[in-house]
Structures are given as structure tokens and as C-alpha cells.
């Protein structure tokens, strides 16, 4: 018998036993406010959502292993040795980070975060949250949960990067804010326009830039001094990525016959390069702000006495940006779908305050956001990083050609030929994928509305079996629709939710 091997399995049973059995009760926050208890491999999976298409990858990319006596360890150093955590609770899960609420023995409460796989690069995302958090917080004011420890290293005892800080005090404003009056809504909103200053902006650290291969590569992440070096360089990023790292594959959408190709990619890449100086001209105002990239009910904390803002949470993948590539307005402020239409109505008039009220705080933003042009740019820029990954290369076409057909609107320089054009080939393949795109969009959509299945796929984990039944069902009708088993094959291909 090997004695080494022997002992080198006990030490691994024993370690396995002692993570099997967590020395801390471990519950998981329910959307409904209330808890239930898991075992510690609920910590680290993902339960919240499940997908109808690619969800072994999408499932995997939410999954984040750690040593979770190292986590309570790190926050013994916080609320001191003596101390130990006698509750943990996993909060309701975000797509790109793990939170738990760790409760001391002090009757202190602390909050621990560690990033997914999704979240962006390695050392880069945690690294940059810590230090606009710091920035904001003690600079500027905002009100924002301190940050007691964190680490940008996965080689750590920990086997992750964390970020350890004060709860954030108060409720989150999502469980009042159909309950209160409109008049303090309006107040709340006056307390998140408050202008924040501007800095040189540094590297990008949102995950299109680092994706996958564009990890390990020399990309040009900034900083830009013009919106034209910005929308130039995702498209020079891109075009070499594409050289070094894209393969055919099938797109059913262009071609039962024949795959995309990397040099058509890059073909299309080329295009967009040559018109980015001209449909930027116009927009050369790098007025940067720090944006908080997910700025729903449920990350902002009140005082429920006061109505207060008490807290925002949640700022990983935020960065500093030019104004013209953020989003309008915060996702809170959302009109929503179907609902009835007092609340719509409601809805539509704190929207419409906000904006007000951002033009006479925040004029260089609203000249930005003013320019009729502004979501047509935002959208053609926002479709260059990873569009390959992301499988947008029609929608990036399709922007080009909208951008020649409004040339003289979107450079605003009347006489001024475009550089680029589409031959009738070109146009009439673009116009079959289009119709066929949209048919399925369209079939998506109704799906959606008819609560069936959520556009995307994304359903609750509860929802799954019945979605896919569904899916199944409709599917079999779409291919039924086909009028010969060329077409049948097509239909099936295209299928979204498979």
C-alpha cells in the first residue's frame, strides 16, 4: 500500500468534510424578502435565472468557487480576531457577482462581494471598483458603503478576488418606491443628479475589452482625447483580434451552405473604420463622467424615516466615460411595459423631470443627449467590441447602412461624399437575413408578450420546464410554416431557444 497516497486522501476527505460542514448557518436572501437555507455548494452556483439557449456556458461564467473559511477569516481581521460570523446570507444573485450579508457575533454587519467569471478582467475590475469607490466616497461625497478590505489577487487564501465593506445602512429603495408619494420621488431623484466631476479617463475595465483573447492582448484601452480616437480604436482592437483569433462558423440566419468568414468580418470592420471620423465629427465633446452602470431601485439605500439616500451600491464596472457613450437615464427611471396606465403615467412624468432637471444641472450632458443623432452614434459604437462574440455582425451592417442613408443628417456636413458603400449583391443578401431576422423576432416578441417566454430566453429557474415545453411547441409550428425541407431545415436552424 502507498502510505503517501493513503495520507494524501485522508488530508483531501478531511479538507472536503470540513467545507461540507460550514461552521456558519448559510441562508440565501428569496426576492420576497425572506430567507431559506442552503448548503454551502449554493454559495457558489448560480440558482436565479436559467437560459433556453447556451446555458452550460452561460451558467458556467456565474459560477465562482472560493474558500469560504477564508472569506470569514478576512472579515475576523475586519470586526477583529476575537470575532466570528454567525450568520451568512447569500443576497439575491446579479449576473456578474457574488454578495453575502455576514453577521458578527460584534452585531456588526458586513457585506462581502466576489466578481464572476463575467465580470470583466481579472485584477482590473476589482482593482478599478476600489478605486472609484474611494474616489466618490471620500472626494466627492456620495454616499457609499466603505470599504474595509478587498483583494484584486485570485491567489489569494481566499481563491478569489474580494471586496469586504460596511452593509450599507438603511432599505433598498425598490421595496417603497410604488409606495410613496410622487412628490418624494421627485426628491430622491434630485439627490442622484447632483453633477459629479470629471478625471482623464484611464484604461477601459468593461469586459468587451477583455474578453476572452483580448486578455492577453496590446489593445488600445485608452485614455482617448476625442470621441473619433475612441470609435477609431474599438474598430483597429477588433479588426486585429479578428485576424489572429476569428474562425468560420455557420450563421443560418445568411446561409445554409456556406459559413461567415473572418475576412468578411474584417471586410465589415474596415468599413466601419473608414466612417467613424466622419459620423463622430460632429460629437468631439469628451466630457467624462463617472457612470454607475446599474443604477436599479434595489442599489440605492434610504432612510425610510428621512427618505434620504443612505447608500448606492453595487459600482463594479463602473468607469469614467465620455457622456456620449452612457446611458441616458438610470435604469430606475425605465417606463415599463403593460402596466397600467396611471403607474405608466406616473412613470413617464418622473422620466421626464429627470431629463429637465439634468439640463440645467448638467448642460454638457444634456448637449450630448440633445444631438438627434446622439442614439443612433451611441448604438453603431456600442456594436464593435466583441461584435463577433456577440454575434452582431448584421446589426453592425445594418447601422452602416443606416449611416450612409443619413449621411449628411449624421456627419452634418452637407457636400461631403461617404467613404464606403454596399454593392446591390451586398444589399439584397443584407435584406433576406433582415426579413428573416425580424421573423423571428417578431415570433420572440409575441412570445414575450403573451408571457410565455421572456425575450433572450433568460427565465426564472421555477419557469424552466414549462418554458421549454413551450419553446418545443412554437418551434414545431415554425417549422411546419415551411413551405419545402429546404425551408423546414432553415426554420429549425434559426430557432432561437435551442
Known amino acids: 500500500m502507498n502510505i503517501a497516497r493513503v495520507a494524501r486522501h485522508l488530508q483531501t476527505r478531511s479538507i472536503r468534510e470540513i467545507h461540507s460542514n460550514p ?39 456565474r459560477h465562482r468557487r472560493f474558500d469560504l473559511n477564508a472569506l470569514l477569516a478576512a472579515a475576523r481581521q475586519v ?7 454567525v450568520k451568512l446570507v447569500k443576497c439575491v444573485e446579479g449576473q456578474y457577482r457574488k454578495a453575502f450579508v455576514l453577521s458578527m457575533d460584534t452585531g456588526e454587519q458586513l457585506a462581502a462581494r466576489l466578481p464572476n467569471p463575467n465580470a470583466g478582467p481579472a485584477f482590473f475590475t476589482t482593482a478599478s471598483e476600489v478605486a472609484t469607490r474611494h474616489f466618490l466616497r471620500d472626494i466627492l461625497g456620495v454616499p457609499i458603503p ?11 487564501p481566499v481563491g478569489a478576488e474580494y471586496i469586504i465593506e460596511e452593509k450599507a445602512p438603511g432599505i433598498p429603495l425598490g421595496h417603497v418606491w410604488n409606495q410613496i408619494t410622487k412628490a418624494t420621488q421627485l426628491r430622491i431623484i434630485d439627490q442622484l443628479i447632483a453633477p459629479l466631476s470629471s478625471f ?7 469586459p468587451d475589452f477583455w474578453e476572452n483573447e483580448r486578455a492577453m492582448m496590446e489593445l488600445d484601452r485608452g485614455p482617448w482625447r476625442t470621441v473619433t480616437e475612441y470609435a477609431v480604436c474599438i474598430g483597429k482592437n477588433e479588426h486585429e483580434w479578428s485576424r489572429l483569433h ?51 431601485l434595489d442599489n440605492i439605500f434610504i432612510d425610510p424615516d428621512t427618505n434620504r439616500i443612505t447608500g448606492i451600491i453595487d459600482w463594479q464596472r463602473a468607469s469614467v466615460s465620455p457622456v456620449l457613450f452612457q446611458r441616458v437615464y438610470p435604469q430606475m427611471l425605465e417606463v415599463t411595459r403593460g402596466e397600467a396606465d396611471e403607474r405608466r403615467q406616473r412613470e413617464k412624468e418622473l422620466l421626464d423631470y429627470y431629463c429637465r432637471a439634468v439640463k440645467v444641472a448638467d448642460p454638457l450632458r444634456w448637449e450630448v443627449d440633445d444631438d438627434p443623432c446622439a442614439s443612433f452614434k451611441r448604438r453603431l459604437l456600442s456594436l464593435v467590441p466583441c461584435c463577433w462574440d456577440h454575434k ?68 426564472r429557474r421555477e419557469d424552466y420546464e414549462r418554458a421549454r415545453q413551450v419553446s418545443n411547441h412554437f418551434k414545431q409550428e415554425f417549422v411546419e410554416l415551411a413551405e419545402d425541407d429546404r425551408q423546414r431545415e432553415l426554420h429549425a436552424r434559426v430557432w432561437p431557444y435551442q
Open 79 to 85: 470586526t477583529g480576531n476575537d470575532s466570528k460570523c
Open 392 to 459: 452582431n455582425q448584421f446589426s453592425l451592417r445594418n447601422a452602416l447602412v443606416e449611416a450612409i442613408a443619413r449621411w449628411d443628417e449624421v456627419t452634418g456636413h452637407r457636400g461631403v461624399s461617404c467613404p464606403i458603400r454596399f454593392t446591390d449583391k451586398e444589399l439584397l443578401q443584407h435584406q433576406d437575413e433582415m426579413e428573416l431576422i425580424e421573423g423571428v423576432s417578431a415570433v420572440m416578441r409575441q412570445l414575450d408578450d403573451a408571457g410565455l417566454i421572456p425575450f433572450g430566453g433568460m427565465v
Open 146 to 156: 466603505r470599504v474595509h478590505a478587498w483583494s484584486c489577487e485570485a491567489s489569494n
Open 200 to 206: 482623464a479617463l484611464g484604461p477601459v475595465n468593461g
Open 246 to 296: 476569428a474562425k468560420p462558423r455557420m450563421n443560418y440566419h445568411r446561409s445554409l451552405d456556406h459559413p461567415e468568414t473572418p475576412g468578411d468580418y474584417i471586410f465589415l470592420l474596415e468599413r466601419y473604420i473608414a466612417v467613424a471620423p466622419y459620423v463622430t465629427s460632429k460629437t468631439q465633446n469628451l466630457s467624462n463622467r463617472i457612470a454607475h452602470p446599474d443604477l436599479h
Open 23 to 61: 461552521v456558519v448557518p448559510l441562508f440565501k436572501a428569496t426576492e420576497n424578502g425572506s430567507e431559506e437555507p442552503i448548503d454551502e455548494a449554493d454559495l457558489y452556483t448560480y440558482h436565479r435565472y436559467r437560459w433556453l439557449g447556451g446555458e452550460d456556458e452561460k451558467l458556467a461564467k
